[in-house]
C-alpha cells in the first residue's frame, strides 16, 4: 500500500516551466508504476504521463510529448513532471496515481492509489 501526496502547482504564464513533485509513503515504493493525469472542470480525467516501477520505461500522452518529462527517484520515494512551454490548455488539477503491478497504464481504473490533486493554472 502507498500514500501519494502531489505538490509544486501554481499559476503560471503561457511558455514558463513547473515542476510537480509526487512524493510517496508506505512500504515497496519501487515496485509501483507511477502515473500522472489531469482533470479540467467538466472534462473526463486525461492521462498525462507515466513511468514503470525501475524507471526504465516512459510514456507520454501526444499533447504533452517533447514539453513534458517524467522520471523518478525511488531513494527520496519521489516522482517528479517537468512542465515546459506550457500552454492554457494543460490548466488542470493534476494527480499522480500508484499501480501495484508495476507498469502504467493509461486508463484511470488500473490503479489504485490516488493523491490529492495540485492545481496548475496557465494563463495566456
Known amino acids: 500500500q502507498v500514500q501519494l501526496v502531489e505538490s509544486g502547482g501554481g499559476l503560471v504564464q503561457a511558455g514558463d516551466s513547473l515542476r510537480l513533485s509526487c512524493a510517496a509513503s508506505?512500504?515497496?515504493?519501487?515496485?509501483?508504476?507511477i502515473t500522472w493525469f489531469r482533470q479540467a472542470p467538466e472534462k473526463e480525467r486525461e492521462f498525462v504521463a507515466g513511468?514503470?516501477?525501475?524507471?526504465?520505461?516512459?510514456e507520454l500522452a501526444g499533447t504533452v510529448k517533447g514539453r513534458f518529462t517524467i522520471s523518478r527517484d525511488n531513494n527520496k520515494r519521489t516522482v517528479y513532471l517537468q512542465m515546459n512551454s506550457l500552454k492554457p490548455e494543460d490548466t488542470a488539477v493534476y494527480y499522480c496515481?500508484?499501480?501495484?503491478?508495476?507498469?502504467?497504464?493509461?486508463?484511470?481504473?488500473?490503479?489504485?492509489?490516488w493523491g490529492q490533486g495540485t492545481q496548475v493554472t496557465v494563463s495566456s
Open positions: 496515481a500508484a499501480d501495484a503491478l508495476g507498469v502504467v497504464s493509461r486508463r484511470p481504473r488500473a490503479y489504485d492509489s
Open positions: 508506505g512500504r515497496t515504493f519501487s515496485d509501483y508504476s
Open positions: 513511468i514503470n516501477r525501475s524507471g526504465s520505461s516512459t
